[in-house]
């Protein structure tokens, strides 16, 4: 297990950097003269001379993307135009908050849509079956940005359950930063009140959020689990006489969720980067609304940012997918 | 007063009569038509016959094992100890499971769960067996692990503890179908069901594998019912056998009987298909055509389309004929052609 992890550790650093090989050709090469692009319309050929030497760019590439990653590893992700800070400060300040509403989402997700899926399968072409599969169909085919209004409609300004939008209210002091998820950070420093409110807040957006995925988990997790109940080793599980409650919920489902892992891990992926519409119409201060607003107003620094955080998270989805793959299957854990 | 005679035992297990359907896109596969056999304490039958003729649908009814639907019994009685396997129920028969049946399988690569160890797997079929007994005879998980370790040791595998840990891709067929054999007899059960065991397997693992089933069978003072289409296997580990030929059994004999007085047509068939050294095996010797189709099956004898010697009067379902005490065949023209084996 230790060699597996490894080794998908030293493959994602790998990933990483083509990452980051790739947003640094964007952001110093792509343009045909960046020099010129920084030195502005106006300038003569020694300022852009000047601004060629002042930022490396006379230099060799492999050099300057040394540079660019000591830039990046120091914090000095430059800054933003239409916030005026500097990038790292803002992506400190919403990616988190995203981070949180994708969690909260997805596990919102995986807590409902792996028993119905398996519900679903257990109960094939029943009616159990069909209902689910209308809430699929249905989860598949709204957009969310509309199934988020009417959840704002309903139950919000309706029956006032849950507050419109936002974070937490305007009056609350947020807590400390620690990880900067603020329900954790809440937690840690004892602030109940604080993490319930901030608990209320995220519900009706992340329930929101989460319907394409419960979708895709419900199907998967199904389609999964029937080929999975038709396996000799469930007749043979039968024939010793399991009851039906463990062959299914365990002797089923740990082979069923192998695929399903691989398609939360990429719903969980796409979430992050998907998250612009949900942040709009609840106010939700997270990095799809930065985003947005920074390609907008051409704001480059922070797209690039942008970029970066959310593949290397995507990137890290995926490892953390691989490993417990490798946790839940003992063959794709030996044979490294 | 009329009592049973002397030597008769109440059979162990008692089919009567049983019928089982499917339902297909095609309609009703008549798949089980009046199967009717007995299994004795201590016996081993063995269930021969052609792919597709029934073998496994048998015995998986037997232990209510085929999913309804498509499955349906149409008809008959599957007796185990007096009671009625159709009509216990799936609570009971869970217990039953394990307890008093058990089942081993054609290819032990399939039959155990990928993702979990030998040890777990085999505690918790244990730790389920212990559900049907009172509370107070019931193993801890302790006990349900060295218990574990002894049914592994009774098959013969080496360095069970060891073994525990492993998972099934880490073993051979045939330790796999060790592991397996050690599952299904670990609740003691009177009635082992093995369903063509070593047919995946290599030849030298197959005969240690029958050896391994011999000598538990005495051990345990198992009824084994073994099915194959390897008359070989029949001779070597059964008692009995009952030759079944599209869904019906056409003869039900000692082994000793069927191979020296092999009296329906088809057995003699199969007999003659059998490899024997001095007479290898002919095209010619095998039997010409293929099962009729069972969506709709052939009046009277259901091997009248491929059978030599069929009249007009197969067209009518053959007498059951009791030609030895122990030797029982359904066919009109049960000695003609006798000793076309030699
Ligand atoms: N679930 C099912 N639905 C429809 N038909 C089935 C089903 N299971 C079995 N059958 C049919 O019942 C017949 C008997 O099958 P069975 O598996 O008992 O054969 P078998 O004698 O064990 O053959 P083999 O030697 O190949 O194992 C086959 O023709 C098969 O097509
Ligand atoms: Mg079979």
């Known amino acids: ?336 | 007063m009329n009592g049973p005679p002397m030597n008769s035992v109440d059979p162990l297990l008692s089919v009567r009569d049983f019928r089982l359907e499917f339902d297909t896109f095609d309609g009703v596969y008549q798949a089980i038509d009046g199967v009717s056999f007995d299994v004795a304490p201590g016996e081993s039958i063995g269930i021969v016959g052609e792919t597709g003729c029934g073998k496994s649908v048998t015995a998986r009814s037997i232990m209510g094992l085929l999913p309804s639907p498509p499955a349906r019994v149409r008809g008959g009685q599957i007796l185990f100890d007096g009671e009625d396997m159709l009509t216990v129920g799936e609570e009971r028969l869970r217990q039953i499971r394990g307890n008093d049946i058990a089942m081993i399988f054609q290819d032990p690569m399939t039959y155990l769960n990928p993702v979990f160890t030998i040890g777990t797997q085999l505690v918790d079929v244990i730790l389920a067996q212990q559900r049907a007994k009172p509370r107070a005879e019931r193993m801890t998980r302790r006990d349900a692990r060295d218990h574990a370790v002894e049914m592994l040791r009774k098959v013969n595998l080496p360095n069970p503890e060891r073994q525990l840990e492993n998972y099934p891709y880490q073993l051979s067929g045939g330790m796999r179908q060790r592991v397996l054999i050690a599952m299904a007899l670990s609740g003691r059960p009177k009635l082992l069901i093995a369903d063509e065991p070593t047919t995946a397997l290599d030849v030298t693992i197959q005969a240690q594998i029958l050896d391994l089933i011999d000598e538990l069978r005495a051990d345990f003072g198992l009824s084994v019912v073994m099915i194959t289409h390897d008359l070989g296997v029949v001779a070597s580990v059964c008692d009995r056998v009952v030759v079944m030929y599209a869904g019906q059994i056409v003869e039900d004999a000692s082994v000793a009987r069927l191979f020296d007085h092999p009296a329906h047509p088809y057995t003699r068939g199969l007999l003659a298909s059998v490899p024997h050294p001095g007479r290898p095996a002919t095209s010619l010797s095998g039997i010409p055509g293929s099962l009729p189709n069972l969506l709709d099956p052939p009046s009277g004898c259901r091997f009248h389309g491929r059978c030599a010697l069929a009249g007009d009067d197969c067209l009518q379902p053959p007498p059951n004929t009791v030609l030895a005490e122990r030797h029982k065949v359904a066919c009109w023209r049960a000695m003609e052609g006798a000793g076309a084996v030699d």
Request: glycine letters at 6%; a negative charge.
């Open chain 1, 1 to 336: 297990m230790l060699r597996f992890t490894l080794k998908r550790a030293v493959l994602m650093v790998f990933m990483l950097l083509g990452l980051l090989a790739i947003t640094f050709t964007i952001s110093h090469i792509a343009p045909s003269d960046p020099a010129a692009l920084a030195a502005g319309p106006d300038a003569n050929v020694e300022m852009i001379e000047r601004y060629r030497v002042e930022y490396g760019l006379d230099r060799p590439v492999y050099e300057q993307f040394v540079v660019y990653l000591g830039r990046l590893l120091t914090g000095n992700w430059g800054k933003s135009i239409h916030t005026t800070r500097m990038v790292w400060d803002d992506l400190l300040a919403y990616f988190p908050n995203t981070v949180e509403l994708v969690l909260f989402s997805i596990l919102i997700a995986i807590a409902i849509g792996v028993p119905l899926g398996v519900i679903a399968a257990v109960y094939q072409n029943r009616p159990v079956d069909h209902m689910i599969r209308i809430l699929t169909v249905t989860g598949v085919a709204m957009p969310m940005f509309w199934l988020g209004l009417m959840a704002q409609l309903y139950f919000a300004l309706y029956l006032e359950w849950f507050p419109l939008g936002g974070r937490i209210e305007m009056m609350t002091d947020p807590p400390r930063d620690i990880t900067h998820l603020l329900m954790v950070d809440a937690l840690l420093q004892g602030q109940f009140s604080t993490f319930v409110e901030a608990l209320h807040h995220i519900v009706l957006p992340a329930v929101a959020l989460c319907f394409p995925a419960l979708a895709s988990i419900i199907r998967v997790n199904r389609a999964e689990m029937l080929e999975t109940l038709n396996q000799d080793y469930i007749v043979n599980a039968r024939a010793q006489g399991l009851s039906t409650f463990r062959i299914v919920a365990v002797y089923a489902l740990k082979n069923a969720m192998l695929p399903t892992m691989a398609i939360i891990g990429l719903r969980f992926g796409w979430m992050l980067g998907g998250t612009v519409l949900v942040e709009t119409v609840f106010d939700w201060p997270g990095i799809g609304l930065y985003a947005v607003q920074a390609a907008i107003s051409s704001d480059f620094e922070p797209i690039m940012g942008a970029t970066i955080v959310l593949g290397f998270f995507f990137m890290m989805t995926n490892f953390l997918i691989d490993i417990i793959y490798g946790v839940l299957d003992p063959r794709v854990r030996d044979q490294v």
